[in-house]
């Protein structure tokens, strides 16, 4: 845990080459941080009441062949992840895979296209929201795969990637959703990295989306040119939603009527709601002179505390259940910068990191 008056810090890791070596590299670098998430997955599993970890490894492997189809490279990574890190590729296959949990957690973004900010940049903003134990999990990643743009991004245990954003200027960033139609199909975390081989919006949507998913995030894909997309998938549909003025917010519900049938318990999603009207009144008033320090002030809002936009354990709730802003970043697709705040950011400080 963080001892007082140290500043708080995410690692840095890189890595270049086949895509196997990528794995083998992070997975050395990162090994730590991938024991600490296989332990977490194996208690979360025995705490199933029936459940065994063969079986649900082998639950996991189903959706194994329709990842290979979609993005081959990416299995490659994990295999050489599981030489790297000594973990059984079937284990760290698992980590990868949405095992049903159906808890509503957060993040909440922000995107604005050049003709809104101060220094006439395109921006893609993000708040991750997760269990306060996860902020230990994050490495910030630098990854150029010989055959890819290359891209940074804040990766769990430097491999998945939460957000990042890629030479070309396409960014991925997003939001999580509890949908009802969950099913065996590519995990939800695939799309994000292969966006970030994109060099185009249309690639980049299309990776984004693949038919033959399982589960989904709101993918949040952008580029250079202030395109900005939220896309409000499930495992059997979506909706691309526009920034037609500009601008976007976007947090845990789903917004577009056409995926409203969708939502597994919108009753679950009161902090979502407040986050995603109180962010979009503050930005609003912001619009025309958007620059870093704007998002630092919307995204450390705490109205509605400790489930506001800032979010905060809850002291109430069991340690499983506490949901805390463990970063935050604002990705700069004009200059291909990222400036990350290591924790909440009511009390960081958004430093830049180059591509
Ligand atoms: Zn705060």
């Excluded at 490279?73 to 895979?97: H, Q, R, S």
């Excluded at 033959?212 to 250079?224: E, Q, T, Y």
Aim: negative net charge.
């Amino acid at each position: 845990m963080q001892k007082k008056g140290t500043e708080k810090a995410f690692r840095e890791v890189s890595a270049s080459g086949s895509h196997y070596q990528i794995g083998v590299s992070i997975g050395k670098q990162c090994r730590d941080q991938a024991l600490r998430m296989e332990k977490h997955l194996k208690e979360s599993i025995a705490s199933v009441p029936g459940m065994k970890l063969e079986k649900a490894l082998a639950y996991a492997r189903r959706s194994l062949p329709a990842t290979e189809e979609f993005y081959p490279e990416y299995v490659e990574e994990l295999e050489g992840f599981a030489e790297g890190t000594g973990i059984k590729f079937d284990m760290v296959w698992a980590m990868n895979v949405d095992f049903p949990d159906g808890r509503g957690r957060g993040c909440t973004d922000i995107a604005v296209n050049s003709e809104w900010t101060k220094d006439d940049c395109v921006y893609a903003v993000h708040n991750d929201d997760v269990s306060p134990y996860n902020f230990q999990d994050i490495s910030i990643t630098r990854i150029k795969p010989k055959d890819e743009p290359g891209f940074i991004g804040l990766c769990y245990a430097g491999m998945g990637p939460t957000a990042g954003m890629n030479a070309a200027g396409i960014s991925l960033t997003g939001n999580a959703l509890v949908p009802n139609d969950t099913k065996i199909g590519i995990p939800k975390m695939i799309p994000c990295r292969k966006v970030l081989r994109e060099k185009g919006i249309y690639q980049a949507l299309q990776a984004a989306m693949p038919e033959g998913r399982g589960h989904s995030f709101n993918n949040i894909v952008c580029d250079p040119n202030g395109e900005i997309y939220s896309l409000e998938g499930s495992a059997t549909t979506f909706d691309a939603l526009y920034a037609e003025d500009g601008w976007m917010i976007h947090t845990n519900h789903y917004l577009s009527p056409k995926m409203w049938k969708f939502e597994d318990n919108m009753h679950t999603w009161f902090s979502s709601i407040v986050r995603y009207n109180r962010a979009k009144k503050l930005f609003k008033k912001e619009l025309g002179k958007v620059e870093v320090s704007t998002f630092k002030k919307v995204l450390s809002d705490h109205v509605g505390y400790p489930e506001s936009i800032c979010r905060h354990p809850d002291p109430a709730l069991g340690v499983e259940d506490q949901t805390q802003t463990i970063l935050s970043v604002a990705f700069d697709l004009t200059n291909r910068a990222a400036w990350i705040c290591a924790g909440n950011p009511c009390e960081g400080e958004y430093k830049k990191y180059e591509l």
